[in-house]
C-alpha cells in the first residue's frame, strides 16, 4: 500500500480481555516497529521485526505482549489479560532497510491504534 | 529510557518567526533524525543527519548537530500555523537496532 496501515483505529475494551492489533507496512520494507505512545510522552520502542523473526523484543513491557509477523509483511501485536494501564496509542512503522536510518529515508509511521482498557 | 531530550517543551510563536528545538542525546550515536507528529495522527520524517554531517537542510528546515556536545537542533524558518505540531527526536538505541524518542516540543504557530 501507500502508507502504514493499522486497524482498528480505536479499540475499546474491557480490563483483562485479550487484544489484537494489526500493522500493514510500506509493501517492500522489510523492517517493521511497534511502538506506544502515552498522552505528552514520545513513543516507547516496543519491537522491532527484520522480516519474519523479531530481531529485538527488549521493549515488551512483560510476557502479557507478543507481536507476530509470520510472512514477513502484515504484524499483529497481541496484548493478553489487559490492564487500565494499558491504555495508549500503538504505533506502527516500518522502514526500506533494518536499523536505525531506514535506508536513509527513515521510518514511516501508520497513524495508530488508540486502545482504551476501561 | 529515553536517549533524547527536547528543549524547550513548549514554544509559542507567532507566523512568519523563526522556532529552534534543541535535543540532548546521553551516549555516542550514528545518526540523529527529526519527526513531526499532529495532532491524534502518527509521525512524520523529517529529516536525518549523520554523525559526520554538521548542517543539513530541508526547504524551511535546517537541523545542526554537534556531536562533542552531543546536541542537535532543528530550526524551523518562517513559521506557518501548518507548522503546529509536536516535534520529536529520535536517537539509536545502544543495540543499534531502534530509535528512541525524546517527549517532544509542543510548537504552536498562531497567524
Known amino acids: 500500500g501507500a502508507g502504514v496501515s493499522q486497524t482498528p483505529s480505536n479499540k475499546v475494551t474491557e480490563k483483562g480481555k485479550y487484544v489484537e492489533l494489526r500493522c500493514d507496512p510500506i509493501s517492500g520494507h522489510t523492517a517493521l516497529y511497534w511502538y506506544r505512545q502515552s498522552l505528552g510522552q514520545g513513543p516507547e520502542f516496543l519491537i522491532y521485526f527484520q522480516g519474519t523473526g523479531a530481531a529485538d523484543d527488549s521493549g515488551l513491557p512483560n510476557d502479557r505482549f507478543f507481536a507476530v509477523r509470520p510472512e514477513g509483511s502484515v504484524s499483529t501485536l497481541k496484548i493478553q489479560r489487559t490492564e487500565r494501564g494499558d491504555s495508549a496509542v500503538y504505533l506502527c512503522?516500518?522502514?526500506?532497510?533494518?536499523?536505525?536510518?531506514?535506508?536513509?529515508?527513515?521510518?514511516?509511521f501508520g497513524s495508530g491504534t488508540r486502545l482504551t482498557v476501561v | 529510557s529515553q536517549q533524547g531530550e527536547e528543549d524547550p517543551q513548549a514554544l509559542s510563536i507567532q507566523e512568519g518567526e523563526n522556532a529552534t528545538m534543541n535535543c540532548s542525546y546521553k551516549t555516542s550515536i550514528n545518526n540523529l533524525q527529526w519527526y513531526r507528529q499532529n495532532s491524534g495522527r502518527g509521525l512524520v520524517h523529517l529529516i536525518l543527519?549523520?554523525?559526520?554531517?554538521r548542517e543539513k537542510h530541508s526547504g524551511r528546515l535546517r537541523v545542526t548537530l554537534d556531536t562533542s556536545k552531543k546536541s542537535s537542533s532543528l530550526l524551523i524558518t518562517a513559521s506557518r500555523a501548518a507548522d503546529t505540531a509536536s516535534y520529536f527526536c529520535?536517537?539509536?538505541?545502544?543495540?543499534?537496532?531502534?530509535?528512541?524518542f525524546g517527549k517532544g516540543t509542543t510548537l504552536s504557530v498562531s497567524s
Open positions: 529520535a536517537t539509536p538505541n545502544q543495540a543499534g537496532t531502534a530509535l528512541i
Open positions: 543527519i549523520r554523525s559526520n554531517e
Open positions: 512503522a516500518s522502514s526500506l532497510t533494518g536499523g536505525t536510518t531506514g535506508g536513509g529515508y527513515g521510518y514511516t
